[in-house]
């Protein structure tokens, strides 16, 4: 099955304690249709200014990536500033400058109408909202959000809750969704709001999937599942591990046809695949590198490290 | 085989969300006992007051746990005050009081010198060293450590920390102890101080653990292995669930006879096992109810959770 992915693609600059980088790709749709593309078609509606050049738009069409969708609006692309000197697990933003992006109003090509899975990357969910309307044909509906539109735009958020197959966020973003600060309670609260499932990712020590009666279409309510994450003795830029995650897992989906218990658990392995090699370099570097071959094995090396014989 | 255990029998005042408790009984060495009693034969080493009543000895001789190590001496035993309100993964102290521990010289009976495991709680590394001195024929020797000895007792802690064929702490004991950040250098940089292996445990998102070429006596350096938790909607009580772990760790590697890779894996889980059932309620309340098929029941669980197909 093929992915629409909408979200940002942007320039990065950032510091971590590795080094420092000026305006390296990056952005949410681009983390996650590079590790995507090595499972399935990938598709991106996003919008970019005129800095962004031929050679980056060639980081995605060399996997394969259907550019068509990106909209190019004069002005600068949306570029983010940060710094991961205090603490390698949260990023402090010294800017974002929206540029193009504030003005982001997303087109879908007539040839991306037939596309089978959708991922809304954390956007507006007014403009999330609006993507899935434009789909209304899509099989499965995945999507990310963050703190900011979980505190100021709650309102706009829950419509876009109900509609999700699966919301994939982080334990910080669960506890404010859900005013709960047990994990498993605040799981079942952000389920109630809509999504059919929940993966919640806990940086470094991996992540948890949670399912409701409707996860399956089966009306039957599974265990959680919990896949680790691969240990690295160098994270050198942690920028877009969570999208890489969500690539690497909604492209395994997509890649197997249909969405049953054990396709969703393996794809939390990939999710973990595609996040431990994006944090290895600086923004797309790593990704872009990477084969299926390693994939692969990374995935066994995941599997070793986590399942007793 | 056997384990000796030597660290506090005690008691704990404390006050979690789910209430309030005076005097429960506690203590590393007596969770470490009951978690590992339903796997093989334990034997303690400590010490209690006049305080220390029939009833409190009960709830271990009747686990089969070998209390002839628990010295009596003239006065009150350990008294433990703490709340978890502000934090249910870290307790604040509100008063510890040593009374009779303050002087604990561990004197082991003749009767348990044949014991084939050794596990050095949570104690004044100068006894540990002591006890382990004290064993000489033992095949193994597993022990733990906090913050406090490895801050201001370091000189003390590395001739312990080489005796041991596995070391139990948590993340931040690790980065404390090592000077790193990173967890797999931190586990790197804590092996090259003498454990054979390491068991870092992460809280509720489960533990780690890492081999050096030592672990097995085959020269030959393995993968991390990580272990989750069962996520549980209600933790009542977390004081003891890092002793419950060791218990369920040691007791399921003593009841194998030899450490293996898979034995050691196994154990690991077996650890998560029995730390999940000792935060479900009070003190010692759900360690004392459990059953062997529970147990089992949760390991299963713990697997399906765990495992791809």
Redesign the interface.
Known sequence: MSILVVGSVAFDSLETPSGKRERVLGGAATHFALAASFFTDVRVVGVVGEDFLPEHERVLTSKGVDTTGIERAPGKSFHWTGTYLRD?NEADTIATDLNVFAEFAPKIPASYEDSDCLFLANIDPMLQARVRAQMPNVKLVAGDTMNYWIGAHRENLLPVLRELDALLINDNEAKMLSGE?????A??KVMELGPKSLIVK?G???S?AYFSERSFGDGVKR??????TV?????VDPTGAGDSFAGGFYGYVASQGSLTP?VF??AL?YGSVMGSFAVERFGTERLQETTRQEIDARFA?L???????
Chains 1, 2 share one sequence.
Do not use: C, I, Q, W
């Open positions: 390698l600060s047990n994990g498993l309670r799981a079942e806990h470094e020590y991996g948890t265990l959680p599942f919990r896949a680790p240990p690295l003795a160098d994270v054990e658990r393996t392995f090396h599997k070793e490290m986590s399942h007793l014989s």
